[in-house]
């Protein structure tokens, strides 16, 4: 089936929803309900809170509708016409809706008594639906707009078959199990609370040390690929974000700005700028680049409350984030080893599937990009050129480019078959320009080319994603709680600690549970702190200097001597193992 079929599909499910809930639910108003991927949703505004009960009596309802082989009928009518239809019916969202139609001929479809303003198309008769399910409700405000009215949303799915549907609920219900945002707090990862703010985190030791392995981790591939390891303050000037055209290009995403000594100062959203008064700092010759300057560098963007998303979409977060400034002939070299980069980072991690896209200026609305389009033009073709070159298939999203240049998106795909975007690689002429920047060459002052990449996107975006992926069961080197040493009793104490120093001497993280608690509930414990390794130590153990190791499958390995496994946890996090090599 196409998709647009099964777009329309979609759309006429969610009208026999909306049908259903008014017959249910007696005067509830109409928001808006279109056909989105995987399914379709409907916003209502009704006295009555729904419930998940009431999804089951309203999916009943459904069908019962499709039961009945209602047909889908439009009828044309004037704006005029449109407004008084449905004024007589309440709808006043419908008509906030109609009055910013233009005048000419408005769609209403009709499936039996319901009635909505629409441009179609739809199936034939309810009794074209099929494969579908209810699945959330949550709350939206009327338009997005957080000062208007919130309304009550029911999602629903829709597939073109019983199996499709049947997959992707058991996937959503895997996604529920691995959301980070559960698993955040119960691992002891990190906090969000209202004392602090909305989109604020709080990182725990635990969460912390997570940390420290990713920002180590990056720092060190960068220094490895020529990157030099840069600082920068987290305001400015606000001047500074008007020289670099985001103070009007993106100022809705920005904070207001601060009065620091009758100056008005930004905290920042971008690191960019900052880079590029460092580069700004010498002058610098075609001799000098490509320079490569790398920052964990965090900043601060306003987002609507309601797109607040626990780790993967916040206020404050710490971008891997890097600029290079190059001659236009090293350009293409640099963009290819940033996407090779990538790569790399995405088999440390354990994601073996990717999409690409492209993301490239709107010719249809000029005014929100800046720059000349032969430099665009230019530019989406050097893009393209590295794409191409080393083939890689891309899809092309125009009028999704960043104000100052195209760029590249990638998007990795988790354990349980879910896109996620992760690395940006994007193309710059707008900076340089506004700052002026130059390099010297053999034929004189020329304008060096600006690559901006971040390759883990943020590194609270990343640990939410690989949060998800891995269910919280972390590889060893990633691992914050690496082994969790158990003993039977008081007495293996000392030779417990005696362990866990060694393991601390060579880099290890491991953690001592001496309680005096049975043996079965620490193990249950350490379990659901998913710690890959956890040593019982008993008497056996502590007379041959050995440990008994659970793994995460309950399997044991009984009495191994200390020294191998601390040889062989060394081993698997030098390699960055994605599997345990304790066997």
Same mark, same amino acid.
């Not at 193990?523 to 793994?551: C, D, M, Q, S, W």
């Given at each position: 089936m196409e998709n647009n079929e099964l777009e329309m599909k979609r759309h006429s499910c969610a009208h026999i929803m909306a049908a259903a809930v008014q017959q249910l639910f007696p005067g509830t108003k109409l928001g808006i309900g279109p056909a989105?991927?995987?399914?379709?949703?409907?916003?209502?505004?009704?006295?009555?809170?729904? $419930?998940?009960?009431?999804?089951?009596?309203?999916?009943?309802?459904?069908?019962?509708l499709i039961k009945a082989r209602i047909p889908f009928e439009c009828k044309k009518m004037s704006k005029a016409e449109a407004k008084e239809f449905f004024e007589k019916r309440g709808e006043t969202y419908k008509l906030e809706? %109609?009055?910013?139609?233009?005048?000419?001929?408005?769609?209403?479809?009709? $499936?039996?008594?319901?009635?909505?303003?629409?441009?179609?198309? @739809?199936?034939?008769?309810?009794? =074209?639906i099929n494969n579908f399910k209810l699945s959330a409700i949550a709350g939206a405000y009327w338009r997005g707009d957080e000062k208007r009215p919130m309304l009550q949303r029911i999602y629903g799915l829709s597939f073109n078959s019983k199996?499709?549907?049947?997959?992707?609920?058991?996937?959503?219900?895997?996604?529920?199990?691995?959301?980070?945002?559960?698993?955040?707090?119960?691992?002891?990862?990190?906090?969000?609370?209202? @004392?602090?703010?909305? &989109?604020? *985190?709080?990182?725990?030791?635990?969460?912390?040390?997570?940390?420290?392995?990713?920002?180590?981790? *990056?720092?060190?591939? #960068?220094?490895?690929?020529?990157?030099?390891?840069?600082?920068?303050?987290?305001?400015?000037?606000?001047?500074?974000?008007?020289?670099?055209?985001?103070? &009007?290009?993106?100022?809705?995403?920005?904070?207001?700005?601060?009065?620091?000594?009758?100056?008005?100062?930004? *905290? =920042?959203?971008?690191?960019c700028p900052f880079h590029v008064e460092i580069y700004k700092s010498n002058l610098r010759s075609y001799r000098d680049l490509p320079l490569r300057y790398s920052e964990l560098g965090t900043v601060y963007r306003y987002e609507r409350s309601g797109a607040l998303h626990g780790l993967l979409r916040v206020r404050g977060f710490t971008q891997d984030d890097a600029h290079i400034f190059c001659t236009p002939e090293q350009v293409e070299d640099e963009v290819k080893q940033c996407f090779e980069f990538a790569m790399h980072i995405f088999?440390?991690?354990?994601?073996? =599937?990717?999409?690409?896209?492209?993301?490239?200026?709107?010719p249809q609305h000029p005014e929100h990009f800046t720059g000349e389009v032969a430099d665009w033009e230019r530019a989406e073709s050097a893009l393209k050129r590295v794409l191409e070159a080393n083939n890689i298939p891309y899809t092309t999203h125009a009028g999704e480019a960043a104000f100052y240049g195209p760029k590249i998106d990638i998007k990795v795909m988790d354990a349980i078959g879910r896109l996620w975007q992760l690395s940006t690689i994007q193309f710059d002429f707008n900076l340089p320009q506004r700052f002026d920047l130059e390099y010297v060459a053999a034929e004189g002052r020329k304008r060096p080319i600006m690559v901006h990449r971040a390759m883990f996107g943020s590194i609270e975006r990343f640990t939410g994603v690989i949060l998800e992926h891995f269910a919280g069961w972390f590889p060893l080197w990633l691992a914050p709680v690496q082994a969790k040493i158990l003993t039977l009793t008081d007495e293996q104490i000392p030779y417990a600690k005696e362990v866990a120093a060694q393991m601390r001497a060579v880099g290890l993280r491991p953690e001592l549970d001496v309680r005096p608690? =049975?043996?079965?509930?620490?193990?249950?414990?350490?379990?659901?702190?998913?710690?890959?390794?956890?040593?019982?130590?008993?008497?056996?153990?502590?007379? #041959?200097?050995?440990?008994?190791?659970?793994?995460?499958?309950?399997? #044991?390995?009984?009495?191994?001597?200390?020294?191998?496994? %601390?040889?062989?946890?060394?081993?698997?996090?030098? $390699?960055?193992?994605?599997v345990n090599l304790l066997q």
């Open positions: 989105v991927e995987n399914g379709f949703y409907y916003d209502f505004d009704c006295s009555h809170a729904f $419930t998940p009960e009431d999804l089951k009596t309203i999916e009943t309802k459904m069908k019962e809706l %109609i009055e910013e139609l233009n005048d000419g001929e408005i769609t209403v479809y009709f $499936t039996g008594d319901y009635a909505d303003l629409c441009r179609g198309p @739809h199936v034939e008769h309810t009794g =074209k199996d499709e549907l049947n997959a992707y609920v058991k996937q959503q219900e895997e996604a529920a199990k691995r959301d980070h945002r559960k698993l955040g707090p119960e691992l002891d990862l990190f906090s969000i609370n209202d @004392h602090v703010g909305p &989109g604020l *985190i709080l990182m725990h030791p635990k969460g912390g040390m997570l940390r420290k392995v990713l920002e180590d981790w *990056i720092k060190n591939e #960068n220094l490895k690929r020529g990157y030099d390891l840069v600082v920068s303050p987290h305001i400015a000037r606000l001047h500074l974000f008007e020289i670099s055209g985001h103070a &009007g290009f993106y100022s809705d995403s920005m904070f207001h700005p601060m009065e620091v000594d009758g100056d008005n100062y930004q *905290i =920042k959203p971008m690191n088999k440390t991690f354990g994601f073996e =599937k990717y999409s690409v896209e492209l993301s490239t200026r709107d608690e =049975k043996l079965g509930l620490k193990i249950r414990e350490a379990h659901l702190e998913r710690i890959p390794y956890t040593f019982v130590i008993g008497a056996k153990e502590a007379e #041959n200097r050995a440990v008994t190791v659970r793994l995460r499958d309950g399997k #044991n390995l009984n009495g191994l001597p200390l020294e191998e496994v %601390i040889s062989k946890m060394k081993e698997e996090v030098d $390699t960055f193992s994605l």
